[in-house]
């Protein structure tokens, strides 16, 4: 043998299995919140309600993300995006993560397609707000991202 590789991991199979159980539950209960003869536009919305309606959120970083803000009310940007994502994925619909900043600090939103068109989501920016909130490119004032790594043409 050249190399011998150990991994230990601090949670047991069983626990990462009970975890896996009711992230799986709440996904399921997604899939039943949005109605399945809405448009795009409407889908993605019941799912940010679905999302920002679980609980009052705390933003703090995780080791299990998604685990954390489902589970528990706590998550960084980068655990929104990940879930909203996940979800929409789920659900049939486009959806990615763009990780940039925003006003020099380090972000994650999600970038969206209706009709053909993108927009970008920041779910705790819109929860800020109150509110279902999708941008433009040209609004997204104050956010830095690798344009040339997220697909499609930017709404006008």
Request: glycine content about 6%.
């Amino acid at each position: 043998r050249v190399v011998e590789l150990k991994f230990t991991y601090q949670t047991s199979r069983d626990s990462l299995r009970h975890m896996q159980d009711q992230v799986s539950r709440i996904f399921a209960s997604a899939a039943l919140y949005i109605n399945s003869d809405a448009s795009d536009g409407l889908k993605y919305e019941q799912l940010y309600n679905f999302l920002m309606e679980r609980s009052d959120y705390q933003i703090e970083t995780s080791i299990t993300p998604a685990y954390s803000l489902l589970s528990h009310g706590v998550g960084d940007s980068e655990a929104f995006a990940m879930v909203y994502a996940a979800m929409c994925r789920q659900a049939g619909l486009n959806c990615q993560i763009v990780s940039g900043t925003r006003e020099g600090e380090p972000r994650y939103w999600n970038l969206i397609q209706e009709n053909g068109v993108y927009y970008h989501l920041d779910l705790l920016q819109s929860s800020d707000a109150g509110h279902f909130r999708k941008m433009t490119e040209a609004e997204m004032q104050g956010y830095v991202w690798d344009y040339s790594a997220y697909t499609g043409e930017e709404a006008e």
